[in-house]
């Protein structure tokens, strides 16, 4: 079946650059995503990925996808410690209509 | 942007009663909403998927008579969890997506609702 791994946990310090992985089971995923969680709060869309892109940039976000080994990464650019939060990697056949398949999410901690 | 609200952010409730998680879309019309439920340090799975005015679509293994949604409105959608026992306490988060094919028009998530179960 459809499966989406991640990591549990990424420390870095302030400043420096944050790179959240992800890999993926299902070839036909059309749409990758994603999303954050901070602290009693729902999630958040943060970026998004056609399967027919390779590299989506948005300010400091970076999305890399490789289609051929199902791994997509999100870099985050200059880590603040307000970006400190739980990162989810989700993926989907049909866009927001479809099924949302997430990972367990990597919870990034910003040390200053 | 948009906005969708969980009502109650979390509630404590006896085995054997029933409890109702309503979810709201603030500032759009929500042709279609989901429930989810995530336990402590695990992904979000998805239990069902409900469109406006119809019957709720429920995930394999997703027990529809326990876990009644309804979606009567363009606004609103009501997860009941019938005759609560302690395996149900779980954080339960829903989403709304307005039915645009755009894949801009995402699906917008609620800040989820704890139910803990005695």
């Known amino acids: 079946g459809e499966d989406v791994e991640q990591s549990l946990f990424l420390s870095v310090r302030e400043g420096d650059s944050s790179v959240i992985n992800c890999t993926y089971t299902?070839?036909?995923?059309?749409?990758l995503y994603w999303y954050k969680q901070e602290p009693g709060a729902g999630l958040q869309l943060l970026t998004y990925?056609?399967?027919?892109?390779d590299m989506k940039q948005d300010q400091r976000l970076t999305v890399l996808l490789n289609k051929k080994d199902k791994h997509l990464s999100l870099r985050i650019a200059d880590t603040q410690t307000g970006d400190s939060a739980i990162y989810f990697c989700?993926?989907?056949?049909?866009?927001?209509?479809?099924?949302?398949?997430f990972g367990k999410g990597t919870k990034l901690s910003v040390k200053p | 942007g948009a906005v969708v609200s969980q009502h109650p952010s979390w509630v404590i409730c006896k085995s054997g009663t029933s409890v109702k998680i309503e979810c709201r879309s603030l500032?759009?019309?929500?042709?279609?909403m989901f429930w989810y439920r995530q336990f402590p340090k695990q992904s979000l799975m998805l239990m069902a998927t409900?469109?406006?005015?119809?019957?709720?679509?429920?995930e394999q293994g997703v027990e529809k008579d326990k876990f009644l949604i309804n979606h009567a409105s363009l606004t609103l959608s009501t997860l009941t969890v019938t005759s609560a026992h302690p395996e149900d306490s779980s954080f339960y988060i829903c989403?709304?997506?307005?039915?645009?094919?755009?894949?801009?028009?995402?699906?917008?998530f609620g800040p989820g609702t704890r139910l803990t179960v005695l």
């Open positions: 989403s709304a997506s307005s039915g645009l094919a755009a894949i801009t028009d995402t699906q917008y």
């Open positions: 299902d070839s036909s995923s059309t749409y």
């Open positions: 990925i056609f399967s027919n892109m």
């Open positions: 989700a993926e989907s056949q049909r866009g927001s209509q479809g099924n949302l398949i």
């Open positions: 500032d759009f019309q929500a042709t279609t």
């Open positions: 409900s469109n406006e005015g119809s019957k709720a679509t429920y």
